[in-house]
């Protein structure tokens, strides 16, 4: 099982980047595929989170009506849209995949991680 993200990098504070997650080895039509986040110094913690089948999305307070994520079924791909990004924003975000029964807001429930990709947000 593979999880691999790209679209990281420097963006000054109010500015827009999209992040991809492509997955591969097994299916995840029982799963949540989403984004936690790891910033220096600090614990992971969930960002934003997509059940597979159905589509429902789940998102962190601090996040919420600036980040999209979204899928492409076809690409077996997650996608999570930040805008308005803000310094606070700077961390390393992490592709996760949740099976069902595993709370999908906690990274003890993940069944799979990706390697991170760096998100810097400059003031």
């Known amino acids: 099982v593979q999880l691999v993200e790209s679209g990281g990098g420097l963006v000054q504070a109010g500015g827009s980047l999209r992040l991809s997650c492509a997955a591969s080895?097994?299916?995840?039509?029982?799963?949540?595929m989403g984004w936690f986040r790891q910033a220096p110094g600090k614990e992971r913690e969930f960002v934003a989170t997509?059940?597979?089948?159905?589509?429902?999305?789940y998102y962190s307070d601090s996040i919420k009506g600036r980040f999209t994520i979204s899928r492409d079924n076809a690409k077996n791909t997650v996608y999570l849209q930040m805008n308005s990004l803000k310094p606070e924003d700077t961390a390393v975000y992490y592709c996760?995949?949740?099976?069902?029964?595993?709370?999908?807001?906690?990274?003890?429930?993940?069944?799979?991680w990706g390697k991170g990709t760096l998100v810097t947000v400059s003031s």
């Open positions: 996760a995949a949740t099976p069902w029964g595993s709370p999908y807001t906690s990274s003890r429930g993940v069944g799979y």
């Open positions: 997509l059940i597979w089948s159905g589509g429902t999305a």
């Open positions: 080895g097994r299916s995840f039509s029982n799963y949540a």
